[in-house]
Nanobody, 126 residues
Framework: QVQLVESGGGSVQAGGSLRLSCAAS???????MGWFRRAPGKEREGIVA????????YYADSVKGRFTISRDNAKNTLYLQMNSLTPEDTAMYYC????????????????????WGQGSQVTVSS
């Protein structure tokens, strides 16, 4: 069983930055890790993923060039650096991990994740 504990998030003005962290514990048989977000009135969106097999990454168009995913293997911790934030980035962000091994990182979230963090609220004001 994998447990994901998130930290970070908060409120920031447009143009600002935030960093989310996701600490993983338990038996880690996961091949994909990353984040989803759910904005008010919108569907949940898989925005970033990293394939643990080769470190390749996937970014949704909505965050490409502004968000960066990274991981510290020694700490079993995943990070999401979010820059140039806009009010459209306001959402609940969920760390996620999946056991399905993808062919490409862009395929990580074709299957629903097996594990979820508790969620972190990110609010960006204009």
């Amino acid at each position: 069983q994998v447990q994901l504990v998130e930290s970070g998030g908060g409120s920031v003005q447009a143009g600002g930055s935030l960093r989310l962290s996701c600490a993983a514990s338990g038996y880690t048989s996961t091949h994909c890790m990353g984040w989803f977000r759910r904005a008010p009135g919108k569907e949940r969106e898989g925005i970033v993923a990293i394939y643990t097999g080769d470190g390749s990454t996937y970014y949704a168009d909505s965050v490409k060039g502004r968000f960066t995913i990274s991981r510290d293997n020694a700490k079993n911790t995943l990070y999401l650096q979010m820059n140039s934030l806009t009010p459209e980035d306001t959402a609940m962000y969920y760390c996620a991990a999946g056991e399905t091994a993808p062919t490409l990182a862009s395929m990580c979230w074709w299957d629903s994740p097996n594990y979820w963090g508790q969620g972190s609220q990110v609010t960006v004001s204009s």
